[in-house]
């Protein structure tokens, strides 16, 4: 067992009961900010990279257990509510138990999740193991940023979650070519057996290097009906955007959700001010930047990965293109991602958060809008000179968004903080989906059956027509069986034009949202108690 340290995390003002009242830690590998930051990205990476590898496996998954659609689509959402719901508490946890622990059960949790999926022979095993994915995942994620926020200094912290961003971004962009790889020359089990010797290697080196770091005032007691309404409220509310495109927007089953959401969120709030040890001190929120942060997250995540959604299909259905060319014609991003988040971390601690972050979402904004000009003629290096502009744009975003939320946050509740951060991005994410999905869907249904007339195509009943519909939402071409060539070329070409036009209003409703989000950085302010940092600061 680890020794542990104290630290009080009260403010700037409170520099001396910073101070570690623990032992002074030892030199070498225990402790280490640049070895932690190494231990903690490679079970960061685990989860980032699980958000998109699968997608690419889906299809081979549905073949060999004989799942319908509707099985798939719960690989990705079981996964995706059970990450979503419990972040937030699973950040407490951390606070409560201490950051080294909760990462090494996540990262072993994770890892042994993975190896059971991939010995599954059912759906209904592969989805009932993507919730324990979901659930170690949560763990782990909060308790990364924890350590991060232990272990370095103020003046090191931008660099460390600017590196931590490059991990997730890279990972996240990266999927859809490892993935791939994985399941054209090995089998889908490879996607999630390669889990296993990587989460391995990250409880060894956790196991040597990470220490815990426990503030003095961390939280002793659990909020239990907080920790209940919270999650669900979250549910319904992540469970309502995931459903509403096959619901409809306008369905009382959607509306349901949502309104019980709100009230979910509105009693949780009302039982935090009641309760001695909150799960969420509703006085975080007094904090101006940090909830500008939280906000600008969400935006963030709207913007890019519900802008992204739509490029995959655009890549691969109207280009033609493999999943790994797809893959690779996404590098540009990916690249800039890499590169510009350190120096992202560079700049923030140079000159304070605020100008890159709204220089950031600025050149994302500009970024979108070059994306809603995209066409079925449209070159791979006007594709990559846009890719590339939104990669650069969001690495500030998601290193400074990062950075104000954890270091607005006294030390005690960093791994809150590092819940809220990520609950806002699974969030924004869901909602950037769902909302431009349905920009999307409301183009192509009122464009379609006009483009279809003008093509002179054989008229298309009701029933079929929504079926074309919802093809051409995906980039598809409704083209039936044994349709002569000529024909198919024709049908064809409507269905790649109207979903580039649906694309197109998507994006520049991204490029709004990207917009907005401008104005929200500006709000942000470099962390009050950043400079509580852990006695491993001694190491750099």
Known sequence: MTSQTTVDATGPADKASATPSGPSPAKGLRGHPWLTLISVAI????????????????????????????????ITNAYFLALAVTLITAGKLGDRF???????????????????????????????FRV??????????PAALGLLRATFPAEKLNMAIGI???????????????????????????????????????VVLGALILTDHRAKNAPRSFDILGIALLSAAMFCLVWALIKAPAWGWGD????????????????????????????????????????????????????????????????QNVHGMSPVDAG????????????????????????????????GMALTAISMYGMSTLDTGTGSAVMSLWFAGLGLGLAPVMVGATEVIVGNAPMELSGVAGGLQQAAMQI???????????????????????NWADAKLPPLTDGRLEQASQAVQQGA????????????????????????????????????????????????????????????????
């Not at 889906?58 to 099985?71: E, M, R, T, V, Y």
């Not at 324990?132 to 994620?141: P, R, S, T, W």
């Not at 930047?289 to 959604?309: C, D, E, K, N, T």
Request: proline share 5%.
């Open 132 to 141: 324990f994915q979901g659930l170690f995942g949560a763990l782990l994620m």
């Open 164 to 202: 931590w961003g490059m991990v997730i971004g890279a990972s996240t962009a990266g999927g859809p070519i490892l993935g791939g790889l994985l399941v054209q020359h090995v089998s889908w089990q490879s996607v999630f057996f390669i889990n296993v010797p990587v989460g391995v290697v990250a």
């Open 328 to 359: 690779l014609h996404l590098l540009p991003l990916t690249g800039m991602m890499i590169v510009g988040s350190p120096l992202a971390g560079v700049l923030i601690t140079k000159t304070g958060p605020r100008l890159p972050l709204a220089g």
């Open 477 to 540: 071409a409704p083209v039936p069986k044994g349709t002569p060539a000529e024909l198919a070329a024709k049908i064809t070409d409507v269905a790649h034009d109207t979903f580039i036009s649906g694309m197109s209003l998507a994006c520049l409703v991204a490029a709004g949202v990207a917009l907005v989000a401008v104005f929200v950085a500006l709000l942000t302010k470099r962390g009050i108690n950043a400079d509580a940092a852990g006695p491993g600061a001694g190491h750099i």
């Open 428 to 450: 924004g994410g869901s909602l950037g989906t769902a909302v431009l999905g349905a920009v999307m869907a409301s183009k192509v249904d009122n464009d379609l059956a006009g």
């Open 98 to 128: 201490g950051h080294r622990q909760t990462f090494l059960i996540g990262v072993v949790g994770f890892a042994a999740a993975s190896g059971v999926i991939g010995l599954s022979d059912s759906i209904a095993l592969v989805v009932t």
């Open 43 to 74: 079970g960061v990476m685990m989860v980032a990279l699980d958000g998109t590898i699968v997608a690419i496996a889906n299809p081979a998954i549905a073949k060999d257990l004989g799942a319908s659609f509707a099985d798939v689509q719960w």
């Open 252 to 315: 009382g089953l959607t509306w349901t959700f949502l309104a019980a959401s709100v009230l979910g969120f509105a009693l949780f709030a009302f039982w935090e001010t009641r309760v001695r040890e909150p799960l969420v001190p509703l006085g975080l929120f007094r904090s101006v930047p940090l909830s500008a942060g939280v906000v600008l997250m969400v935006l963030m995540a709207i913007a890019f990965l519900g802008g992204l959604f739509f490029v995959t299909f655009y890549l």
